[in-house]
């Protein structure tokens, strides 16, 4: 008896480059797995925390696959530069057009054109703030590529060129796009089928309907003189619903207003 194929058996195939040769590997992908390309000049802070829990899990199983792509490798001269002074004067450096270009140019090969289907992407302060709904649709789409800045960003014409998409985890500044984009990616790849364990678990948690997760409690029914609500013990699914959507009204109305406004406008 012939042995059992293994899970990403018939999936294997392999496509061609324009790295640098210094940098040449063949990289097998798997087809139909969503896939997410990652422009960075620390490629080994790849897979990070998405190695661990459902989501290294699902890497390891061919639900979602990653690719790094490293900026030094395109860098200029004998040295490697992939930054200078900005134009006009002022503090930091800022990543030159003609480093991260063809960086970006190769991490386009072989993807869409529609940026629905292919989100490029800019971890950036400026951007966009990234919501669950975006990553319902990046979860829709075939795959991404990211494009992690460093120092005080990139040149605005890589930007244009390329159509990128700048988008933001909140309004702080960190010191490079890597750990902006593993946030991103991990509240991404969970959304794909069978990442997660309960299809349900993305139903009812917060921004899924537009209000924050009700409280959730669970084994023993008693600690440090803390009961379990009565309701969530009553086996009664209408009531424990209703107590439910009370307190994610509730919570949602004291702790974010912005999103309460934009509810109580959704359901007029």
Known sequence: MADKPSKSHGRLAVRPTLKPTELMTERP?????????????????????????????????????????????????????????????????????????????????????????????????????????MAQNFAKAEGMTVLCGRFEGVDERVLEEYNIQEVSIGDFVLTGGEIAAQAMIDATVRLLPNVLGNADSTVEESFSNGLLEHPQYTKPTEWKGRKIPEVLQSGHHGKVDAWRREQSEKITKERRPDLWAAHLDKED
Do not use: C
């Not at 696959?65 to 004067?89: M, S, Y």
């Not at 960086?103 to 800019?122: C, D, F, H, L, S």
């Open 29 to 133: 992908d798997l087809a139909g797995a969503w896939k997410v390309k990652i422009v960075t000049l620390f490629p080994e802070t790849f897979p990070g925390v998405l190695g661990s829990s459902l989501t290294g899990k699902a890497l390891q199983d061919g639900l979602w696959q990653l690719e790094t792509i490293e900026l030094r490798g395109f860098g200029i001269g004998k040295h490697k530069d992939v930054d200078a002074k900005p134009a006009g004067g002022g503090a930091g450096l800022v990543l030159k057009p003609d480093v991260v270009g063809p960086a970006m140019e190769q991490a386009r090969r072989g993807t869409p054109v529609n940026p629905k289907a292919w989100p490029v992407i800019y971890m950036s302060p400026r951007g966009k703030p990234f919501t669950q709904e």
